[in-house]
């Protein structure tokens, strides 16, 4: 199993950036799939998920309404599109699956917000 993110970067305030996770070894499309965010000296933190087939989302409290989950079974890709980001959100971005109570990383993607 190997998540691979990127699309991270410096990104200035008010500005957008779109996360891709390019999966491999599973079957993508049978699972639910996550993107975290760890700044620093702060826990990791859920910030969205998706079903197996997209057709449910969920977000965190403090990105509803400016941030987007989406996925391309077809792809084996997940991606995070991030509108109007906050200086408080530089962190490393992370993809995460649970496969029989086993759970996987990438490696992350660093977005930096920042004038």
């Known amino acids: 199993v190997q998540l691979v993110e990127s699309g991270g970067g410096l990104v200035q305030p008010g500005g957008s950036l779109r996360l891709s996770c390019a999966a491999f070894?599973?079957?993508?499309?049978?699972?639910?799939m996550s993107w975290y965010r760890q700044a620093p000296g702060k826990e990791r933190e859920l910030v969205a998920s998706i079903t197996s087939a997209g057709g449910i989302t969920n977000y965190a409290d403090s990105v509803m309404g400016r941030f987007t989950i989406s996925r391309d079974n077809a792809k084996n890709t997940v991606y995070l599109q991030m509108n109007s980001q906050k200086p408080v959100e530089t962190a490393v971005y992370y993809c995460k699956v649970r496969l029989n109570g086993v759970v996987y990383w990438g490696k992350g993607t660093l977005v930096t917000v920042s004038s």
């Open positions: 070894g599973f079957t993508f499309s049978r699972y639910i």
